[in-house]
């Protein structure tokens, strides 16, 4: 696919503006790449001991506006998975180990990178071994709200 045909697909779907655009070689490479793979959606995982869980994480009610949220399998040590919290206190994990999960929440990875959406959650909830946040994951998609005290 050449850039030209890149740049008109781009045109179509994103606007004139694009047309505009200069972009080096590399960019094209880029663009035409996504294109053929279907773009950036989060797509569920195509392993079949793997499954996707959407949720919300929440302390005292109020929404965690960031961090991390790990789901490990209770039967397997090397079966885990991780995902971001957003900014409205949602996540959404595309490669959930499947069965039995253990679910950790962190929110110091947030205090860094943007500290004004840190919320302070209790310490235990950060490792497997405290928190006693526990998940069924079923084939399919799947949903896990957290509300932490």
């Not at 606007?15 to 989060?42: D, K, M």
């Not at 919290?85 to 947030?110: F, Q, R």
């Not at 497997?128 to 994951?137: D, K, M, P």
């Amino acid at each position: 696919m050449t850039c030209k045909i890149v740049m008109d697909i781009l045109k179509e779907n994103c606007g004139a503006w694009i047309v505009r655009a200069q972009f080096p070689i590399g960019a094209c490479v880029l663009l035409a790449s996504l294109l053929v793979s279907g773009g950036c959606e989060h797509k569920p995982s195509a392993r079949p001991d793997r499954a996707a869980v959407y949720g919300s994480v929440k302390y005292k009610g109020q929404p965690v506006l960031g961090g991390v949220v790990s789901f490990y399998s209770a039967n397997d040590s090397t079966a885990m998975a991780r995902c971001i919290i957003k900014v409205n206190g949602t996540y959404m994990l595309a490669d959930a180990p499947m069965g039995a999960t253990m679910v950790a929440i962190d929110t110091n990875s947030i205090i860094t990178g943007a500290p004004e959406r840190y919320v302070e959650i209790p310490e235990k909830y950060s490792s497997i071994a405290t928190s006693g946040l526990t998940t069924t994951v079923q084939q399919g998609d799947n949903t896990a709200d957290f509300d932490l005290q």
